[in-house]
């Protein structure tokens, strides 16, 4: 079993900017994709970014040029960093983290853009 210990939500003004962090407590492998979802009130869940252990980036649309990813490998660790938030950012985001030994999720941090 892996634990995922997420940090830096909060609640930011429209065009503010947060850093997540999720910790994973998985210390003899490098994790394979480490990535962040999120999921609104009434809508499911998505793909906000993730990042492989050799730095391949996948984006939402919606965050392209906004947020960027990034992780230490040594540490099992990722960031998300997110500037120039809007309102329809607000959501519960989620750290996921999948390799050999399966898929995990955090318990979710929940960051509010306030207009």
């Known amino acids: 079993q892996v634990e995922l210990v997420e940090s830096g939500g909060g609640l930011v003004q429209a065009g503010g900017s947060l850093r997540l962090s999720c910790a994973a407590s998985?210390?003899?492998?490098?994790?394979?994709?480490m990535g962040w979802y999120r999921q609104a009130p009434g809508k499911q869940r998505e793909l906000v970014a993730d990042?492989?252990?050799?730095?391949?980036?996948t984006y939402a649309d919606s965050v392209k040029g906004r947020f960027t990813i990034s992780r230490e490998n040594a540490k099992n660790t990722v960031y998300l960093q997110m500037n120039s938030l809007k309102p329809e950012d607000t959501a519960v985001y989620y750290c996921n983290v999948r390799y050999f030994k399966g898929n995990y999720w955090g318990q979710g941090t929940q960051v509010t853009v306030s207009s």
């Open positions: 998985e210390t003899s492998f490098i994790i394979n994709t």
């Open positions: 990042i492989t252990s050799t730095g391949t980036t």
